[in-house]
DNA sequence: TGAAATCATTTTAAACCTAAAATAATTTCG
DNA sequence: CGAAATTATTTTAGGTTTAAAATGATTTCA
């Protein structure tokens, strides 16, 4: 199961998707990590449900307006959220039904719908983000902070690849990995 | 933002539902994970529709049937997934259609149907999950065998502490944390 | 045997997501 | 100015997911 710590030098240096076979470790990695977030998700979705009758999309939509001050068009939050415009569009409807949000166009674009918090919604977010925070917290309650740390620090690595692995796709992947194929 | 190795004793030793505010490292280390779990899932339902015309929920499905010789039925493949029963018929329907899986009642229990892989569906996933592979291996490009590794084994923790959450839960949480609410 | 309970599956209804087409407002530039 | 291009949003259609209710098959046990 451990990687040895004396692997040699050429392993370490080679691209992943450079050697034919052998991915077992990332594949394995990827699965763990897909369960652990799997588990999360639909435990929050539960908890939402049940505790405060709402949805993840909704919450999540709800989050973003709270960090902005001056309110979000429809577009940066489909953006931030990475959901399409139209999800963003119907989320918001069921929102502003709860009188949870307010959608009003720009002063200076009118094409553009700005929205933002009410004040209940400002009230109702504040206390289901408390709960929230409560919830991930107990459900990794078995880590201690050094743990955490080094997760949050490894994850950011996980990131940074992934962007790189992305972009150089979504362009012609001037690497030497697209020689190959 | 680097957490301190000569955390107090206190600290280590202290579950995170114990203490009242501050829980931001566990809410920060969530919301990474959930970023780096959502680029490579939409990452590979992307390349999927595109070289396979087919669907993430597809690939999973003939995936757990791929790994079991004598077939499964339709009650393990909805919990091995964690998807309802609902969702496996259906998608099965759409895999019975295309040749590529086998449906039929069990021998000795006639409420269970089968699933298998046709012959066809083998030759179809074992193309389709070499090149899987060989996609979450360019996307952990960027990581060492000792990252992906320490990752692994990190994330195990993770699971275990989920796991333990999720079932105190849903028995009537006996623990210290249920009396403080 | 046969009624009740249990287990597995299917059906149904509602919510959500995406992609593509349609609509609406603004900007650019001759 | 005003036509064309751009940008933002909404609408529409198709597909996926879940939860709950309904159906079907088997087991238990008096």
């Known amino acids: ?13 080679t691209k992943a998707s450079e050697r034919p076979g052998d991915h077992k470790d990332e594949l394995r990695l990827w699965l763990r990590m897909l ?44 953006q931030r959220l990475m959901v399409s415009n139209g999800n963003v569009t119907a989320v918001v409807a069921g ?24 004040a209940q919604g400002r009230r109702a977010f504040k206390a289901m983000a408390e ?9 990794f309650a078995d880590l201690g902070p050094a743990e955490i740390g080094q997760l949050f620090r490894l994850l950011g690595g996980v990131k940074a690849s992934l962007h790189q692995a992305i972009s ?3 362009n012609g992947t001037p690497t030497a990995a697209g020689e190959t194929e």
């Open 1 to 13: 199961m451990e990687i040895p710590s004396t692997a040699p030098l050429l392993d370490r240096e």
């Open 35 to 78: 369960t652990c977030s799997t588990l999360i998700e639909s435990e929050i979705r539960t908890r939402l449900r049940e505790e405060f009758k709402t949805t993840l999309p909704r919450f999540d939509l709800m989050a973003q307006l709270e960090k902005s001050t001056t309110g979000m068009t429809v577009g940066e939050v489909s």
């Open 95 to 118: 929102l502003l039904t709860d009188g949870l949000v307010d959608k009003r166009p720009a002063a200076q674009d009118r094409r553009v719908q700005v929205l933002t918090l009410t």
């Open 131 to 139: 709960r929230h925070e409560g919830w991930i917290a107990e459900l």
């Open 168 to 170: 150089n796709r979504q």
